[in-house]
């Protein structure tokens, strides 16, 4: 039961244009939801969080929106760069000292943005 | 603030041995998740440690274990290996349990024989 599907294995951008990776997930306890990137043999490195009771959050180029009627979030990277090339992974939770801080993950998206 | 350390980078193993995997927080966290990693499966959530209690544990076999000490540094260790447990082994924390934002660190890669 994948709770958490990325749907897009593979994303190619051009420098400077926008980077939308999508992520859908089926169960409604999740009320926390974070993008990871990652490098080939290195960990997931934090990008941004969104809470439930938000719809956007910003962080410099990265923005998530979170449609809790659609179960859906997008992370949008703009201007996208080079050095964003990388597999974007959504995660989710449902969080709360009593559940502990288990994430439940995507399968990943390869990025890859070209010169 | 150093990151997230786990030790070592790199095991070879044959099967039916057991291993060790140690991770040290970042200083001031307290919760710690084990996650392994393999093409098949992707990212799955192991078990999850805070105040030297395991407060969740995934879907993996009791072969799978781990402690957490006072320090909170965690380890965890996987007997009886299996082709299978082949992967790359993440370690992350947080400040407490329940802490959303959890960090990761470089991994372990396990290859057994």
């Known amino acids: 039961d994948q709770q958490v599907k990325q749907n897009s294995p593979s994303l190619s951008v051009q420098e400077g244009r926008i980077s939308i990776l999508n992520c859908d997930y089926t169960n409604s306890m999740f009320d926390y939801f974070l993008w990871y990137k990652k490098y080939p043999a290195e960990g997931p490195t934090f990008l941004i969080s969104?809470?439930?009771?938000?719809d956007k959050n910003e962080d410099g180029r990265f923005t998530v929106f979170l449609n809790k009627s659609a179960k859906h979030l997008s992370l949008h990277i703009v201007p996208s760069q080079p050095g964003d090339s990388a597999v974007y992974f959504c995660?989710?939770?449902?969080?709360?000292?009593?559940?502990?801080?288990?994430?439940?993950f995507g399968e990943g998206t390869q990025l890859t943005v070209n010169p | 603030k150093a990151g997230v350390t786990q030790t070592p980078r790199y095991l070879i193993k044959t099967r039916g041995q057991q291993v060790t995997l140690s991770c040290s927080p970042i200083s001031g966290h307290r919760s710690v998740s084990w996650y392994q990693q393999t093409p098949g499966q992707g990212l799955q959530f192991l078990f999850e440690?805070?105040?030297?209690?395991?407060?969740n544990k995934g879907n993996f076999p009791g072969r799978f274990s781990g402690r957490q000490f006072s320090n909170s540094r965690s380890e965890m260790n996987v007997s009886t290996l299996e082709l299978g447990d082949s992967a790359l082994y993440l370690c992350?924390?947080?400040?407490?349990?329940?802490?959303?934002?959890?960090?990761f660190g470089p991994g372990t890669r396990l290859t057994v024989l």
């Open positions: 440690y805070f105040s030297e209690t395991q407060r």
């Open positions: 992350a924390s947080s400040l407490w349990a329940g802490g959303n934002e959890q960090f």
């Open positions: 995660a989710a939770s449902s969080g709360g000292t009593t559940s502990g801080s288990r994430l439940t």
């Open positions: 969104i809470s439930s009771i938000k």
